[in-house]
T-cell receptor
Framework: EDKVVQSPLSLVVHEGDTVTLNCSYE??????LLWYKQEKKAPTFLFML????IEKKSGRLSSILDKKELFSILNITATQTGDSAVYLC??????????FGGGTRLMVKP | NAGVTQTPKFQVLKTGQSMTLQCAQD?????MSWYRQDPGMGLRLIHY???????DQGEVPNGYNVSRSTTEDFPLRLLSAAPSQTSVYFC?????????????FGQGTRLTVV
């Protein structure tokens, strides 16, 4: 059975801190890993990772995939209160089926 | 640019009632899916479809039916609602499996069964 585990479950930091969110996966016929940010409504897309070791970057957010150790991390530097959200990772298999982790709830305090 | 449209946004049902959650996408995506999200949990796959006329079960299919008569529409039917089906439901779509692409989500339907 495909499985995705995220850690930590929740995190409280202060503005300006750097955070690292973890996502490990066990997926048959793994194809790619997706990161989403979810505030009050639908998840919004952050990154898609298909190759090991290649960092994807968008502003203060970056992510990398390790296909040998079966995990990915999402880094957020210089956090802001607007980064407060649930961060979801999902592993995609060859049939395009997504398996989601339980999410990490991040709260950034002023 | 509508993307994925879900209706209704909110719904309250009595136990035993039936209803259909609508999902439509205008991106010509082959792959469509339904998820439910319960408090503190990630999204769990209910049913999915890889194209018109083809549907399959996901992780938590019991109590739900789907059909895919057109590429654009993928309705989710609750035949006899139960309180355990109180949840937020998301529809998603993406391109065919030969393309690496993210899934696009609708805005969600918050369903309460009393």
């Amino acid at each position: 059975e495909d499985k995705v585990v995220q850690s930590p479950l929740s995190l409280v930091v202060h503005e300006g801190d750097t955070v690292t969110l973890n996502c490990s996966y066990e997926v048959t016929n793994f194809r790619s890993l997706l990161w989403y940010k979810q505030e009050k409504k639908a998840p919004t897309f952050l990154f898609m990772l298909t190759s090991s070791g290649i960092e994807k970057k968008s502003g203060r957010l970056s992510s990398i995939l390790d296909k040998k150790e079966l995990f990915s991390i999402l880094n957020i530097t210089a956090t802001q209160t607007g980064d407060s959200a649930v961060y979801l990772c999902a592993a995609v298999n060859a049939g395009n089926m997504l398996t989601f982790g339980g999410g990490t709830r991040l709260m950034v305090k002023p | 640019n509508a993307g994925v449209t879900q209706t209704p946004k909110f719904q309250v049902l009595k136990t035993g009632q039936s209803m259909t959650l609508q999902c439509a996408q205008d991106m010509n995506h082959e792959y469509m899916s339904w998820y439910r999200q319960d408090p503190g949990m990630g999204l769990r796959l209910i049913h999915y479809s890889v194209g018109a006329g083809i549907t399959d079960q996901g992780e938590v299919p019991n109590g739900y039916n789907v059909s895919r008569s057109t590429t654009e529409d993928f309705p989710l039917r609750l035949l006899s609602a139960a309180p355990s089906q109180t949840s937020v439901y998301f529809c998603a779509s993406s391109y065919r499996k030969s393309r690496d692409t993210e899934a696009f989500f609708g805005q969600g339907t918050r369903l309460t069964v009393v």
